[in-house]
């Protein structure tokens, strides 16, 4: 989205700062709608049901979606030259035409994101065995745009691997990790601390959402669900907190977490590929109203759990 954007909304006169942050926090959407990897990694320490998540997450990650859009509108009607319209000479003469041709492009990815989001949906296929048939639908698709290549399936394969491997080291030394803290009765001493915050449920969850939201500055979501996770969930499931809503509130809490400066993720992306005119402060900037609108989220899924639990079967 930079590199297809960002030039076109700088050269007609859109603000650096709006621009950055619409690309910046659009990126991050797919973190909390499915199919996400962190809600993947979630369901996987929590030990809920993926399906589960997915559908949880749905409508709060929809919500996200909307709450930017609404944002975007009032600053274009609120101060139009951070937006301006595109100059009469540039606006397409036949709108039917481009619509037909954009939705002729969108039809055949969304049939293939349905296609594996249904199948885990109704419980015809697991999450991995989802994933599979999503990589087959990418695989035809880049077929039939003779886009598929020994380049691209090879760039493709190493990129899987050295996340794979990644995420397996991060496995491996979360877990030593917590073999020693729970050999300290470290486990122990956490839990009893989170359950006895005064407030209760409300205190514990406010900890927690804190301890994520400043952990987000500085490592990536990966190390905070192997290593934080953990030592949360006994204290939830002690005090009668639902798995599946307490997944996706953290879900949406660790969306800031490629937001936050200095080591947000879009932000480090979107810096590589903007052009050298533009300042990383704007960057920055840009991502903050976006962090709060998050907050704003996050609070909602908080004060209203049906957000998450309603699409969820039984």
Same mark, same amino acid.
């Given at each position: ?11 007609? %006169? ?15 959407? $797919? ?12 369901? !996987? ?8 998540? &997915?559908?949880?997450?749905? /409508? ?13 509108? &009032? ?31 969108? /039809? ?14 109704? $419980? ?9 048939? $999503? ?11 003779? @886009? ?10 190493? =990129? ?21 803290? @729970? ?7 956490? =839990? ?7 407030? $209760? ?10 301890? /994520?939201?400043?952990? %987000? ?5 990966? =190390?905070?669900?192997?290593? +934080? ?12 907190? !639902? ?41 920055? @900037? ?6 709060? /609108?998050?907050?704003?989220?996050? +609070? ?7 957000? +998450? ?6």
């Amino acid at each position: 989205m930079g590199l297809i954007s960002l030039p076109v909304m700088l050269r007609y %006169g859109y603000s650096q700062e709006l621009s950055a942050g619409v690309i910046c926090a659009s990126g991050t959407l $797919g973190q909390i709608i499915p199919p996400s990897v962190v809600l993947i990694v979630l369901a !996987d320490q929590l030990g809920v049901s993926v399906g589960d998540l &997915f559908v949880g997450a749905l /409508i709060p990650g929809l919500m996200l979606a909307g709450m930017y859009a609404l944002y975007v509108v &009032f600053v274009a009607i609120r101060w139009p030259a951070e937006a301006p319209a595109l100059p009469p000479e540039e606006r397409p003469e036949h709108l039917v035409a481009l619509l037909g041709q954009v939705v002729k492009v969108m /039809i055949p990815p969304l049939v293939l994101i349905l296609l594996v989001l249904g199948s885990i949906f109704i $419980g015809v296929a697991t999450p991995t065995e989802a994933g599979a048939l $999503g990589a087959l639908g990418a695989l035809l698709l880049a077929a039939v745009n003779r @886009r598929l290549t020994r380049d691209t399936l090879v760039g493709a394969m190493e =990129e899987t691997t050295k996340l794979t491997a990644m995420v397996m080291f991060l496995l491996i030394g979360s877990t030593a990790f917590a073999l020693v803290f @729970r050999g300290l009765y470290g486990d122990i001493w956490i =839990e009893d601390l989170l359950t006895n915050l005064p407030g $209760g449920r409300i205190g514990m969850l406010l900890v927690a959402n804190l301890l /994520i939201f400043v952990l %987000g500055f500085f490592i990536d979501f990966f =190390e905070i669900a192997f290593i +934080v996770l953990p030592l949360l969930v006994p204290a939830a499931m002690a005090l009668g907190i !639902d798995l599946v809503w307490f997944g996706v509130m953290i879900g949406m809490n660790l969306q800031t977490s490629f937001l936050t400066p200095p080591f947000g993720f879009s932000l480090f992306y979107l810096r590589g590929v903007a052009p050298p005119e533009m300042p990383t402060t704007a960057i920055y @900037r840009g991502a903050v109203p976006f962090i709060g /609108i998050q907050a704003i989220g996050l +609070v909602l899924i908080i004060a209203f759990p049906g957000l +998450v639990t309603w699409l969820i079967p039984g």
